[in-house]
């Protein structure tokens, strides 16, 4: 194709319209996200298992079942924040590897400890390659699908439980809870080489970074794109941010950091009550094992769904307004989940809804990471506020496991949880979000 001298190579990605790489590169972002919701889930698929081998009681499960929670908020600030220096592909395929291993050695386990162990150590992989694809998917993405784009990638977590959870469903029913482990190692195997092949290093960070020859190989990638080549890179920015966790607490960014770190981490300590505890409150209601992953696997049905319908409504309505709207239905859906069903019919439906309000929460939350933050601290922004909010990711497990052990009732248990979405959209609401144009 002929070169292109006088545009900025990230304007031509953000104006013109997405080629098939383009679109090929974020449906793998969706993908690894996928991959993500069911390895976070594995342990609360196997969680009935593991209690019934091992006699552990519900606050010594809900420490198992934060492990890796605890991991991922480690991993999306430190591995989170190298994406921002060593680049997207080198960290999503170093997340893969993480992950791979963590998965394997929980097959392994014969103890609490190590089992805990294992799935920190998973978990480091996770956080890394949630905050790298957040990051990835949007600078893939053109101007005016940059929303749409974070959204559905948002969206791949619960579709990835789902899919996963049926397959889940089925091994736990044939076997040991140990198999589900080891399906999740083998297909993150797997995905090593679709991210060698068909994902390349984004045009904004080769353009901000400069790394040695930074033309050549942002020309390279233009092509691979399908787009024009460029006779020349912009100028520097000699007032660029770097990419360090100071500069997201300068009075440029400091506002912004804070309250979505206070967003997320409370709605997250909300989202992971419902996802961590389902299995376990439905077999203690009488059902069998696999019935209760049924159960959650019908949660994140409604999560697929909460988060197809946000990313359609970001093409018509603004981001922030939608995400508020979802946690004050998700506060009450929570609530609603705590009163009890009269059968699993009804429990499943209500825990699909409830799914479908938490999710559709995260997945805004997710799109206003990687609109609110610069080309140059985006991974490390959306790393350290995933990082810091999965602290309520952690304790939220665990606060439960801790009532339920002091006899406090379900009803009141999901009301305490389900605070956590009220206190988050308060800090939306007084985040200074500015929208960005739908045909920007």
């Given at each position: 194709?002929?070169?292109?001298?006088?545009?900025?190579?990230?304007g031509i990605?953000a104006?013109?319209?997405?080629?098939?790489?383009?679109?090929?590169?974020?449906?793998?972002?969706?993908?690894?996200?996928?991959?993500?919701?069911f390895?976070?889930?594995?342990?609360s698929?196997?969680?009935p298992?593991?209690?019934?081998?091992w006699g552990i009681?519900r606050?010594?499960l809900?420490v198992?079942?934060?492990m890796?929670?605890i991991g991922?908020?480690?991993?999306?600030?430190?591995?989170?924040?190298?994406?921002?220096?060593?680049?997207?592909?080198?960290?999503?395929?170093?997340?893969l590897?993480?992950m791979?291993?963590?998965?394997?050695?929980?097959?392994?386990?014969?103890?609490?400890?190590?089992?805990?162990?294992?799935?920190?150590f998973?978990?480091?992989g996770i956080?890394?390659?949630?905050?790298?694809?957040?990051a990835?998917?949007?600078?893939?993405?053109n101007?005016?699908r940059?929303?749409l784009?974070?959204?559905i990638?948002?969206g791949?977590?619960?579709?990835g439980?789902?899919?996963?959870?049926s397959i889940?469903?089925?091994?736990?029913?044939a076997?040991s809870w140990?198999?589900?482990?080891?399906f999740?190692a083998?297909v993150?195997v797997?995905?090593?080489?679709?991210?060698?092949?068909?994902?390349?290093?984004?045009?904004?960070?080769?353009v901000h970074?400069?790394?040695?020859n930074?033309?050549?190989?942002?020309?390279?990638?233009?092509?691979?794109?399908?787009?024009?080549?460029?006779?020349?890179?912009?100028?520097?920015s000699g007032?660029?941010?770097?990419?360090?966790?100071?500069q997201l607490?300068?009075p440029?960014?400091?506002?912004?950091?804070?309250l979505l770190?206070?967003?997320?981490?409370?709605?997250?300590?909300?989202?992971?009550?419902?996802l961590k505890w389902?299995?376990?409150?439905?077999v203690d209601?009488?059902?069998?094992?696999?019935t209760?992953g049924?159960?959650?696997?019908?949660?994140?049905?409604?999560?697929?769904?909460?988060?197809l319908?946000?990313?359609?409504?970001?093409?018509?309505?603004?981001v922030r307004?939608?995400?508020i709207g979802?946690l004050?239905?998700?506060?009450a859906?929570?609530?609603?989940f705590?009163?009890?069903?009269?059968?699993?019919?009804?429990?499943?439906m209500?825990?699909?809804?409830?799914g479908?309000?938490t999710?559709?929460?995260?997945v805004?939350?997710?799109?206003?990471?990687?609109?609110?933050?610069?080309?140059a601290?985006?991974?490390?922004?959306?790393?350290?506020v995933?990082?810091v909010?999965?602290?309520?990711?952690?304790?939220?497990?665990?606060?439960?496991?801790?009532?339920?052990?002091?006899?406090?009732g379900?009803?009141?248990?999901?009301a305490?949880?389900a605070?956590?979405?009220v206190v988050?959209?308060?800090a939306?609401?007084l985040?200074?979000?500015r929208?960005?144009?739908?045909?920007?």
């Amino acid at each position: 194709m002929p070169e292109q001298a006088a545009e900025d190579p990230r304007g031509i990605i953000a104006r013109l319209p997405m080629r098939p790489r383009q679109i090929i590169a974020v449906v793998l972002c969706v993908m690894l996200n996928a991959l993500d919701g069911f390895d976070v889930l594995a342990i609360s698929f196997a969680s009935p298992g593991i209690a019934a081998e091992w006699g552990i009681d519900r606050a010594v499960l809900g420490v198992v079942l934060s492990m890796e929670l605890i991991g991922m908020a480690v991993g999306s600030i430190v591995i989170g924040g190298l994406a921002d220096r060593l680049g997207r592909r080198p960290v999503v395929l170093g997340s893969l590897v993480i992950m791979a291993i963590g998965m394997a050695l929980a097959t392994t386990a014969h103890s609490v400890t190590t089992l805990s162990a294992f799935r920190l150590f998973t978990g480091l992989g996770i956080g890394g390659m949630l905050a790298t694809i957040n990051a990835a998917a949007a600078e893939f993405s053109n101007a005016r699908r940059r929303n749409l784009a974070v959204a559905i990638m948002a969206g791949g977590y619960p579709v990835g439980a789902v899919v996963g959870g049926s397959i889940a469903s089925r091994l736990l029913a044939a076997g040991s809870w140990r198999s589900v482990f080891t399906f999740g190692a083998f297909v993150t195997v797997a995905f090593l080489p679709l991210v060698w092949l068909f994902l390349p290093e984004t045009v904004a960070f080769l353009v901000h970074r400069r790394p040695a020859n930074a033309l050549q190989r942002v020309n390279a990638v233009l092509r691979r794109l399908g787009h024009s080549a460029v006779a020349a890179l912009p100028a520097p920015s000699g007032d660029a941010p770097r990419a360090t966790i100071a500069q997201l607490f300068t009075p440029g960014l400091a506002r912004t950091t804070v309250l979505l770190t206070i967003a997320y981490f409370a709605h997250i300590m909300t989202f992971y009550f419902i996802l961590k505890w389902i299995p376990k409150i439905v077999v203690d209601m009488g059902f069998a094992p696999s019935t209760a992953g049924g159960v959650l696997v019908w949660a994140n049905v409604g999560g697929a769904t909460g988060a197809l319908l946000l990313s359609l409504m970001t093409q018509r309505f603004g981001v922030r307004s939608l995400v508020i709207g979802a946690l004050v239905l998700s506060a009450a859906m929570v609530t609603l989940f705590g009163q009890g069903q009269s059968d699993l019919r009804q429990l499943a439906m209500v825990a699909g809804v409830a799914g479908m309000c938490t999710n559709a929460a995260v997945v805004g939350l997710y799109t206003i990471f990687a609109q609110s933050f610069p080309t140059a601290v985006r991974a490390g922004g959306t790393g350290f506020v995933i990082g810091v909010g999965r602290g309520g990711a952690a304790l939220g497990p665990i606060l439960a496991g801790f009532l339920f052990a002091n006899g406090v009732g379900l009803a009141t248990v999901a009301a305490v949880m389900a605070l956590g979405s009220v206190v988050a959209a308060i800090a939306l609401v007084l985040h200074r979000y500015r929208e960005q144009p739908v045909a920007a």
